[in-house]
Nanobody, 124 residues
């Protein structure tokens, strides 16, 4: 069973918005730090955003700062990524991840559980 399930991806025009969700499945990730990563065709998976277990701290890749907002609802065991002012270079498969610790993390190897990804395509 996949522990994390992403949803909300789709096709949007440049300048548009999307909201991704990451729901826990089969286990609780309350107070575990989480993150969003993305992988474009032919490129390596890269860090997008991370949020602490409490939700009180966040960090973002420079490429998305000011446009994307990460948040979480621990009561619903769900994390979100609000993406505004989307650009064609944001096109990628977006993955959510969780780690067995509460602190922020930007490296792929810091995370223990992953979802299967959701496709985001931004047309010019």
């Amino acid at each position: 069973q996949v522990p994390l399930v992403e949803s909300g991806g789709g096709l949007v025009q440049a300048g548009g918005s999307l909201r991704l969700s990451c729901a826990a499945s089969g286990r609780t990730f309350t107070n575990y730090a989480k993150g969003w990563f993305r992988q474009a065709p032919g490129k390596e998976r890269e860090f997008v955003a991370t949020i602490s277990g409490s939700g009180g701290s966040t960090d973002y890749a420079d490429s998305v700062k000011g446009r994307f907002t990460i948040s979480r609802d621990n009561a619903q065991n769900t994390m979100y990524l609000q993406m505004n002012s989307l650009k064609p270079q944001d096109t990628a498969v977006y993955f959510c991840a969780a780690r067995s610790g509460g602190g922020l993390a930007v490296r792929i190897d810091d995370y223990d559980w992953w979802g299967q990804g959701t496709q985001v395509t931004v047309s010019s």
